[in-house]
């Protein structure tokens, strides 16, 4: 079945404490983004990435780091979580390595809560 | 930055049609989606509009006026499923996505 994983769905953290969130897609896309989701905010573009080892940001990138070292596979990493980030993420990945005219599919999200 | 603004909540009655506007101002435009999210869930994919006018898919329509910086979703036949947000998002560029906070649609009986 086609889809995009991600892992965990709920985590619960401390300030400060290294955390990843896995992404895993496995329909050969080249595009894959995270996002974060708050209310009355919508989904906001953290970094995304067109190619292995290609990755840039988005428009709310502090904080996070990503990486792209397959094309499967697209982790966010929290280097030290702060209670500003507790957010719904969720990856997504589209066909094409640009956006035009390519659906993104998403992932189930990842809720996380920094205390 | 970029601005997209669509309404908050809009509440129909099954049956009925409900339209869901979108305007926006980005740096640069690439295409405009709208994107369907139930609660809890992730979004899923309705439509794409990068060219002036109306398309249609089955129940759903969007319009897309360029010059206007305006789209909107027209929803036919409104059935209970229907209740969700409706996300309108635009790509400024052919790698960033830029989100609306999204449209809360709740369906009545």
């Known amino acids: 079945e086609a889809q995009v994983t991600q892992n965990p769905r709920y985590l619960i953290t401390v300030t400060g404490k290294k955390l990843t969130v896995t992404c895993s897609q496995n329909m050969n896309h080249e595009y894959m983004s995270w996002y974060r989701q708050d209310p009355g905010l919508g989904l906001r573009q953290i970094y995304y990435s067109m190619n292995v080892e290609v990755t840039d940001k988005g428009d709310v990138p502090e904080g996070y780091k990503v990486s792209r070292k397959e094309k499967r596979n697209f982790p966010l990493i929290l280097e030290s979580p702060s209670p500003n980030q507790t957010s719904l993420y969720f990856c997504a990945s589209s066909l094409s390595e640009g956006l035009l005219n390519t659906e993104a599919f998403f992932g189930q999200g990842t809720r996380l809560t920094v205390v | 930055g970029q601005n997209i603004d669509q309404p908050t909540e809009m509440t129909a009655t099954e049956g009925a049609i409900v339209q869901i506007n979108c305007t926006y101002q980005?740096?640069?435009?690439?295409?405009l989606f709208w994107y369907q999210q139930h609660a809890g869930e992730a979004p899923t994919f309705l439509s794409y509009?990068?060219?002036?006018g109306l398309e249609e898919k089955g129940r759903f329509s969007s319009f897309l006026s360029r010059s206007k910086g305006y789209s909107y979703l027209l929803l036919k036949e409104l059935q209970m499923k229907d209740s969700a947000s409706y996300l309108c998002?635009?790509?400024?560029?052919?790698?960033?996505?830029?989100f609306g906070a999204g449209t809360t649609v709740t369906v009545r009986a």
């Open positions: 980005t740096s640069g435009f690439n295409g």
């Open positions: 509009n990068v060219l002036d």
């Open positions: 998002a635009v790509a400024p560029n052919d790698y960033k996505l830029s």
